[in-house]
């Protein structure tokens, strides 16, 4: 049981060092789209803000959706690196439970797991609303969270109206951070504007 303990200790504290949101108890499970068309969803997104993730250290962040066959969408994300270099990662993505169409699982590596995207809200012209979860442990859970918009931005109003859609389930967004999308800083990024 020690050795338990240490270990999950252990654990935190690397995931806490890494910036990630790690949280006490166990995932909450939010509502998610009503009728989520994958289709209306396809397409260019620019990241606004998101919670840390050692994942992700780049701005100019873009997720390009594209339908790869019936039931499977391909994932392009891009971000520019402190060093001017652009890092890009290719996966695909699908409903786990087609009577659920907006929880998908996105798979970036053949012999990884994949991870819940769950589209919370979207308007599929504007904005975006997605959270991932995973339960640690049983006492604990590691959450990401997106705002992402169709344009490099979104008015402060929206934004608000957003941030409910977490704070009014229960996800903590209180490190949310911004990500840079300046036309002076992202036009090194292939297809950014």
């Not at 397409?43 to 803000?49: A, F, L, T």
């Amino acid at each position: 049981m020690q050795t338990l303990q240490v270990l999950s200790l252990t654990l935190l504290s690397i995931l806490a060092g890494k910036a990630q949101t790690l949280r006490p108890g166990k995932c909450p499970q939010p509502p998610v789209q009503a009728n989520f068309d994958a289709a209306r969803y396809l397409g260019k997104w620019y990241e606004i803000q998101k919670l840390p993730a050692v994942f992700q250290k780049g701005q100019c962040s873009t997720a390009t959706y594209s339908l790869k066959s019936p039931g499977l969408v391909g994932v392009l994300n891009r971000e520019l690196l402190a060093d001017n270099t652009v890092s890009s990662i290719t996966g695909h993505a699908k409903a786990k439970n087609l009577s659920e169409p907006a929880k998908l699982e996105v798979t970036f590596f053949e012999d990884s797991p994949p991870s819940p995207y769950w589209v919370l809200s979207t308007d599929y012209e504007g904005h975006s609303v997605v959270y991932s979860c995973t339960d640690v442990l049983a006492a604990s859970h590691v959450d990401f969270a997106w705002i992402l918009s169709r344009e490099p931005a979104l008015s402060e109003e929206k934004l608000t109206e957003l941030y409910s859609v977490f704070t009014s389930n229960g996800i903590n967004i209180d490190v949310m951070t911004v990500t840079n999308q300046s036309r002076e800083l992202c036009s090194n990024m292939p297809d950014w504007a």
